[in-house]
């Protein structure tokens, strides 16, 4: 079975200052790691996918499989970023499966 | 059109009713899903269809229901309802079951079992 840990609820940073949300996962498969995004009184949304290896809204997160997570990251953080953040895993068998969510405030 | 749809917005019914959620999509998906999610927790599959067909239930006790009957439109029954049913009930459709594929959620229908 596959699991999905994200250990921080809740992020406070400093507009301009770097953010980091930390996702680690245990799966025995190939793994595909999804991080969604959902800003105040909107629908969830695909943020980035691992296979895409992209850069949206200045945020990037890598796939390290040594170390089992897909952290994402951004280097300076705006005030447009405050939001609940899910990591999420695809399985073998089409499951998607989420973590717990991290919520972040970007203050002014 | 580039939304899922889902009616209705919210749902206020009691145990013994029985009521139906829809979720409709115009973009030619041919997967699509429900999720149920409580207060402060994240989204938990229950159901998959795969080109109408049901590919996935996430062992949903049998007063949920879940219906295609056609490529856009997806249905979710509800019978004799426990107020711990109580949920934010999501859709979401894809393209298909490929890899990777991104999933579009729905707004959500706010269900009130008393």
């Known amino acids: 079975a596959q699991r999905v840990t994200q250990p921080e609820k809740l992020l406070s940073v400093f507009k301009g200052a770097p953010v980091e949300l930390k996702c680690n996962y245990s799966y025995s498969g190939s793994p595909e790691l999804f991080w969604y995004v959902q800003y105040s009184r909107q629908r969830l949304q695909l943020l980035l996918r691992?296979?895409s290896r992209e850069s949206i809204k200045g945020f990037t997160a890598d796939l390290n499989k040594g170390e089992t997570s897909f952290h994402l990251k951004k280097p300076f953080a705006q005030e447009e970023d405050s939001a609940m953040y899910y990591c999420?895993?695809?399985?073998?068998?089409?499951?998607?499966?989420f973590g717990a969510g991290t919520t972040v405030t970007v203050r002014a | 059109d580039t939304e899922v749809t889902q009616t209705p917005k919210h749902l206020v019914m009691g145990m013994t009713n029985k009521k139906s959620l829809k979720c409709e999509q115009h973009m030619g998906h041919r997967a699509m899903y429900w999720y149920k999610q409580k207060a402060k927790k994240p989204p938990e599959l229950m159901f998959v269809?795969?080109?109408?067909?049901?590919?996935i239930n996430e062992s949903v006790p049998s007063r949920f229901s879940p219906e295609c009957p056609n490529s856009s439109l997806l249905n979710l029954h509800l019978h004799a309802l426990q107020p711990e049913d109580s949920a934010l009930y999501l859709c979401?459709?894809?393209?298909?079951?490929?890899?990777?594929?991104?999933?579009?959620f729905g707004p959500g229908t706010r269900l009130t079992v008393l």
């Open positions: 691992h296979i």
């Open positions: 979401a459709s894809s393209q298909d079951l490929g890899s990777s594929r991104e999933q579009f």
């Open positions: 999420a895993l695809r399985s073998n068998d089409y499951k998607l499966s």
């Open positions: 269809y795969s080109y109408e067909k049901l590919s």
